[in-house]
């Protein structure tokens, strides 16, 4: 199986596709506008204590105060309270930290009064982000996660992964991991610990510690709300959780950031560094790997299915629903009752993709065909459950109800990605009437004559859709862009974009800025 990432750049955010076989199944997309990220770590405030929730509104800084229960405060609440208000500059800070005794744990049952008053500070993690009217969800127990490691300040436990299932490798980690573990740190043991040398997870602990501490200043420095450290950057973060041997490339198209990919990759796998690569083409790369194409296919609120079946999805506030519809498929000599089926199945598929590709959280109701065979439900039951196995959100999928309903919770940490897929027309704005679709090689080059004689620019990039494109390259030596160039004594480079109407045309300079009338 071909895995592979392409990761697209521009000014105001990081889009990162994941494709299998050359079909898209994930899209991340990192803003550059200092958004709330889960895994951000804060110094907050305490707003506001609820003890009817039995729980408390932290202010870190976002127009919505953060929320905490009680329970999320952790075990180990009192060692992260005691830390954060007697530490000062003055004490030498990796004595005064090991020194700190963990003590009594927090009782399960207790009230959030008695542990935090409005105005105190307090050491929080995000883990989930704003959506909607509710802003982030936090948790005090703080987590710093690694590739093969997840550090935990203030504990004392090493905990494993049950997917390792050899006695002899968990007793193996157990003891090199307490070997190395610094006093008042506990760590979970991920499954890529599997196999991993007593250097590779020294190496990683160390740095996780590290990060850990050079918060430390921060918490004497500066007045709550104040972010102490961040998690990797979601393309660092995505390639901590994915990364294995099935990986073939990772396609980026901006220098620094894949310099950053490939040192994060030598750090983490190192055999696996040669398959990061620049992409310098002039094509976009997202069109170029056909990711574009199959954003729009796949985000709008109908999505086909095989051989004229297809999905309605619906979001509201509470839940998110999926309808499954036959649509024109019917096959000569099958009964309905396997033609359901069919049908059913391949919909399980690309649900079972949409579910990771909008990345939708919470509760889903799938209104799958009707079916009268016991038999036929329960493999669809355990079909579906197959497909979300692949899955790295939490997830829980019910059998099909008497009504033919599926149920499906799914860990719900970010806002459903949603990509409007209808565009308004660019040429009619809206209006539904355009000028003569004849005329625009006149239209562009009225606006040629103008940018070359009245601006004095000599070489020109136009981007276009690909239409337009072989329109206006359409002939070796006679086509109508290359008599453009002799009659007006300039270049002209050709740049096309999916995304662009049939009709939409944009000029450029070539150092790239677009040319405004």
């Known amino acids: 199986m071909e895995k592979d990432l392409i990761i697209d750049v521009s000014p105001t ?153 050899s006695k002899e490798e968990r007793k193996r980690l157990e003891r090199l991991v307490y070997s190395i573990l610094p006093e008042n740190y506990g760590v979970i043991i991920r499954t890529a610990a599997e196999g991993k040398k007593a250097v590779v997870l020294d190496t990683e602990l160390k740095a996780l510690i590290k990060k850990w501490e050079e918060s430390w ?68 790369i997202f069109d170029h790997f056909d990711v574009t194409k199959q954003i729009k296919g796949s985000f709008g609120k109908v999505v086909p299915i095989k051989q004229g079946a297809y999905i309605v999805i619906e979001h509201t506030e509470a839940l998110h629903v999926v309808d499954v519809n036959s649509g024109i498929r019917v096959k000569n000599g099958v009964d309905q009752e396997q033609n359901s089926f069919d049908v059913n199945i391949h919909a399980a598929d690309e649900i079972a993709r ?47 109800t008497k009504f033919g309903l599926m149920q499906i919770t799914r860990q719900r940490v970010r806002p459903v990605t949603e990509i409007k897929t209808n565009e308004k027309c660019p040429m009619c704005h809206g209006t539904g009437e355009i000028t003569p679709s004849i005329l625009i090689d006149e239209t562009l080059e009225r606006q040629l004559a103008y940018y070359v004689k009245e601006k004095n620019i000599k070489s020109f990039i136009l981007k276009v859709n690909p239409i337009l494109n072989a329109y206006l390259n359409k002939g070796l030596f006679a086509s ?38």
Request: with cysteine.
């Open 354 to 400: 949409q579910l990771r590709l909008r990345d939708m959280g919470g509760i889903i109701i799938v209104d799958f065909i009707d079916m009268d065979k016991s038999e036929n439900k329960v493999k669809l039951y355990k079909h579906m459950q197959e497909l979300l196995s692949k899955d790295r959100a939490r997830h829980n999928v019910l059998p099909l």
């Open 217 to 284: 200043p921060k918490l004497f420095n500066c007045k709550p709300p104040q972010l102490l450290f961040t998690e990797n950057s979601r393309t660092t973060t995505i390639l901590r959780d994915l990364l294995n041997d099935s990986f073939s490339n990772i396609h980026v198209n901006d220098e620094e950031v894949y310099e950053e990919v490939k040192d994060y990759i030598s750090k983490i796998s190192p055999e696996q560094e040669k398959i990061v690569k620049l992409y310098s083409g002039n094509v976009p």
């Open 13 to 165: 955010e990081i889009s990162i596709a994941l494709l299998e076989n050359h079909r898209l199944l994930e899209l991340n997309k990192e803003q550059n506008n200092g958004t709330f990220s889960v895994g951000d770590v804060y110094l907050g405030k305490v707003k506001k204590v609820m003890p009817a929730l039995n729980a408390a509104f932290v202010d870190i800084g976002d127009d919505k105060d953060a929320f905490i229960h009680y329970l999320d405060l952790g075990l180990n609440f009192g060692a992260f309270d005691f830390f954060a208000r007697q530490i000062n500059p003055n004490r030498d800070l990796s004595t005064f930290y090991s020194n700190i005794k963990i003590g009594k744990i927090l009782e399960k049952e207790g009230k959030i009064e008695d542990v935090l008053q409005p105005g105190q500070p307090i050491i929080v993690q995000i883990v989930k982000e704003p959506i909607s009217t509710k802003g982030s969800r936090l948790t005090a127990e703080i987590s710093i996660a690694g590739r093969n490691i997840v550090l935990f300040p203030f504990a004392d436990k090493v905990s494993i992964s049950q997917k390792i299932s």
């Open 480 to 517: 109508i862009r290359k008599k453009w160039c002799r009659k007006y004594a300039c270049s002209i480079r050709m740049r096309e974009s999916s995304d662009f109407g049939i009709l939409q045309a944009e000029w450029f300079r070539k150092n790239g800025d677009r040319i405004d009338d």
